[in-house]
C-alpha cells in the first residue's frame, strides 16, 4: 500500500498563477485533510473533509479551495497563488472523525511562490 | 475552539540524558492526544497516543502522562539518542467533532 500520496512534490509558481495540488489515499479512509508548515508555526489546518461529498473549512482557509473527488481523493486549489502561500503542504488522512483516529501524512509539496 | 500551546520551542540534550517537552489545550472536552515526531525534510509520523481515560503511557524509551486537571501532556524521552534528533509536535482533538489541533512543534537537537 503506497498509504497517502502526494503530487507534485515540488513547485514554483509566479504571483497570480493558479494550481492545484492533488491527495489520494488508497487506505479506503473516510476523512482527509489539507495543512500547510510554514517555520515556526506547526501544522496549520486549511480545508478537511469528513466524508466523500462534504468539506469544512481549517484555521487558515483564505486563498484556497477543495475538492473532495471521491473517497480516495482530495485536491486543493490556489486559483491567484500570492508569495504569502509559500509553504509546505501536507495531506492527511484518518479512519473516520472517531476518537483515537491517527493521522496518515502524505510526504508533502513544496510550493514557493515568486 | 481548542487551542495548543507547546513549550519549549527549542531543546538541546547530551546524549544518553532525557529529554520532556510539555503542551497544555485549552477544551476540557478534548479526549486524544497524539504525539508526531518529523524528521528534517520528512513527513510527520505518530509516535505515541495517550486518550483521556489513561494517565500514562510507555513505548520503550518513550512515555506520555496526561493531566485532565491541569489540561497538560508531557513528552518524556529517556536514553536520548542522536537519531531523536527531530521536531515533535503534540496535538489534541475533541472526538467526532472537529479534526486535530497542533502544537507550533519543538526541535529537539541531541547532541553526541
Known amino acids: 500500500n503506497a498509504g497517502v500520496t502526494q503530487t507534485p512534490k515540488f513547485q514554483v509558481l509566479k504571483t497570480g498563477q493558479s494550481m492545484t495540488l492533488q491527495c489520494a489515499q488508497d487506505m479506503n479512509h473516510n476523512s482527509m485533510y489539507w495543512y500547510r508548515q510554514d517555520p515556526g508555526m506547526g501544522l496549520r489546518l486549511i480545508y478537511y473533509s469528513a466524508s466523500e461529498g462534504t468539506t469544512d473549512k481549517g484555521e487558515v482557509p483564505n486563498g484556497y479551495n477543495v475538492s473532495r473527488l471521491n473517497k480516495r481523493e482530495f485536491s486543493l486549489r490556489l486559483e491567484s497563488a500570492a508569495p504569502s502561500q509559500t509553504s509546505v503542504y501536507f495531506c492527511?488522512?484518518?479512519?473516520?472523525?472517531?476518537?483515537?483516529?491517527?493521522?496518515?501524512f502524505g510526504d508533502g509539496t513544496r510550493l514557493s511562490i515568486l | 475552539g481548542e487551542n495548543v500551546e507547546q513549550h519549549p520551542s527549542t531543546l538541546s540534550v547530551q546524549e544518553g540524558d532525557s529529554a520532556v517537552i510539555k503542551c497544555t489545550y485549552s477544551?476540557?472536552?478534548?479526549?486524544?492526544f497524539p504525539w508526531y515526531k518529523q524528521e528534517l525534510g520528512k513527513r510527520p509520523q505518530l509516535i505515541i497516543d495517550i486518550r483521556s481515560n489513561v494517565g500514562e503511557k510507555k513505548d520503550q524509551r518513550i512515555a506520555v502522562t496526561l493531566n485532565k486537571t491541569a489540561k497538560h501532556f508531557s513528552l518524556h524521552i529517556t536514553e536520548t539518542q542522536p537519531e531523536d534528533s527531530a521536531v515533535y509536535f503534540c496535538a489534541a482533538t475533541i472526538s467526532g467533532n472537529t479534526p486535530l489541533v497542533f502544537g507550533k512543534g519543538t526541535r529537539l537537537s541531541v547532541i553526541a
Open positions: 477544551d476540557s472536552a478534548s479526549n486524544y
Open positions: 492527511a488522512s484518518t479512519p473516520d472523525r472517531g476518537v483515537g483516529q491517527p493521522q496518515h
